[in-house]
């Protein structure tokens, strides 16, 4: 009867507040990750960390080319002509036999080999000088920008935690005021009842030790 009276003066109350505590009973924080997982993470997936280390490979490939250019460089190339005919020539030699002499032989190789030593070039040396002081100033923006990056993990990975940190003493506070709030739907049912009521209740609860009695 207790029940019946606490359900139908109660109901949507009563059904918020057993919603609330099935969800604080059945809710499981996952467990966070590391934050070196996070600084890992966004120094492989970040776009502006990429482009930093973009333009660092991009200024080692031009100071090797600048520094390159000064070194002594060996150049080889080769022709091969085929010819239909062979271009020849008759010359007498005071025999009945004449000299034959080949101007233009059927098949023909052209090899040339040239060989650059730079002794003296000042353009190519600010030129180098250059490319190199642009790759430390990239190296130096990489290191920045990477920096700027994790110190943008770190702070929002320490708010999560913090707010994590202040979740599970609001979910007890709140598990607390559902249980007072529970305990008050209870205490007006129950000072709501009739005295018809409560004597009803009382013979309901005193009829099993009589017919214990009778056995």
Same mark, same amino acid.
């Given at each position: 009867?207790?029940?019946?009276?606490?359900?139908? +003066?109660?109901?949507?109350?009563?059904?918020?507040?057993?919603?609330?505590? #099935?969800?604080?009973?059945?809710?499981?924080?996952?467990?966070?990750?590391? %934050?070196?997982?996070?600084?890992?993470?966004?120094?492989?997936?970040?776009?502006?960390?990429?482009?930093?280390?973009?333009?660092?490979?991009?200024?080692?490939?031009?100071?090797?080319?600048?520094?390159?250019?000064?070194?002594?460089?060996? +150049?080889?190339?080769?022709?091969?002509?085929?010819?239909?005919?062979?271009? +020849?020539?008759?010359?007498?030699?005071?025999?009945? +036999?004449?000299?034959?002499?080949?101007?233009?032989?059927?098949?023909?190789?052209?090899?040339?080999?040239?060989?650059?030593?730079?002794?003296?070039?000042?353009?190519?040396?600010?030129?180098?000088?250059?490319?190199?002081?642009?790759? %430390?100033?990239?190296?130096?923006?990489?290191?920045?920008?990477?920096?700027?990056?994790?110190?943008?993990?770190?702070?929002?990975?320490?708010? @999560?935690?913090?707010?994590?940190?202040?979740? #599970?003493?609001?979910?007890?506070?709140?598990?607390?005021?559902?249980?007072?709030?529970?305990?008050?739907?209870?205490?007006?049912?129950?000072?709501? %009842?009739?005295? @018809?009521?409560?004597?009803?209740?009382?013979?309901?609860?005193?009829?099993?030790?009589?017919? %214990?009695?009778?056995?």
């Amino acid at each position: 009867l207790l029940i019946v009276a606490t359900v139908r +003066t109660n109901t949507a109350a009563t059904a918020m507040v057993l919603g609330v505590l #099935l969800g604080l009973g059945s809710g499981r924080e996952a467990q966070a990750q590391p %934050l070196g997982a996070f600084l890992a993470s966004a120094d492989q997936a970040n776009l502006e960390v990429q482009q930093a280390a973009l333009a660092v490979s991009r200024g080692e490939a031009d100071v090797g080319q600048r520094y390159g250019s000064l070194l002594p460089s060996l +150049t080889a190339s080769g022709i091969w002509t085929h010819n239909q005919y062979e271009a +020849t020539l008759s010359l007498p030699n005071g025999t009945k +036999t004449p000299t034959e002499v080949v101007i233009t032989p059927r098949n023909q190789l052209d090899a040339t080999l040239k060989l650059e030593v730079p002794l003296i070039d000042v353009s190519k040396w600010f030129q180098a000088a250059v490319s190199r002081e642009a790759l %430390l100033a990239s190296e130096a923006r990489q290191e920045a920008t990477r920096d700027r990056i994790h110190r943008q993990v770190v702070v929002a990975y320490y708010a @999560h935690a913090g707010a994590r940190a202040v979740l #599970l003493p609001a979910r007890f506070l709140l598990f607390s005021l559902s249980i007072l709030f529970l305990s008050l739907l209870l205490s007006l049912s129950i000072s709501s %009842l009739s005295p @018809h009521s409560l004597s009803s209740l009382s013979l309901l609860s005193m009829r099993p030790s009589l017919q %214990l009695a009778g056995a």
